[in-house]
């Protein structure tokens, strides 16, 4: 089995963004299990559901442009250069792709992280707590 391109790389990791950020429900969690975190839970899926509902087919084809064009400009870099993350605000490639694209940031899953290693797989996160994961 031969080993990917870098390009290939990116197409997934960007075709999973846009999976877990616009096509998957209650996709924050914050992992504060107390009352007052479980407000949070709520407040933060409420938003980002009625956000999911703004994004449409073209604002999605921008976004994964703009992600596209910046994650092979990091290509051969140090290798947090194609780091997406989001804490609770987006990393600036994140951001920079939703204000291209006209998506409020608040659809991206909190406290989720990917990159792509040097054999071109993608790693990260998913939400707190998260299982490490390699694609």
Not at 21 to 36: A, E, K, R, V
Not at 94 to 121: G, H, M, Q, R
């Amino acid at each position: 089995m031969s080993k990917r391109t870098y390009k290939e790389a990116v197409d997934i990791t960007i075709e999973w963004w846009v999976e877990k950020s616009f096509q998957t429900n209650m996709n924050q969690n914050n992992g504060d299990n107390s009352p007052n975190g479980g407000m949070s839970f709520m407040l933060m899926n409420t938003a980002a559901s009625r956000f999911q509902k703004d994004v449409t087919e073209e604002k999605i084809e921008k976004f994964k442009s703009k992600l596209t064009e910046t994650l092979l400009l990091a290509e051969g870099k140090h290798i947090f250069a194609n780091k997406l993350s989001v804490d609770y605000d987006p990393n600036s490639i994140l951001y920079d792709a939703c204000k291209f694209a006209e998506i409020n940031t608040l659809c991206l899953p909190s406290k989720t992280v990917t990159w792509i290693n040097k054999d071109n797989e993608i790693e990260g996160r998913y939400q707190y707590g998260g299982e490490h994961f390699k694609l």
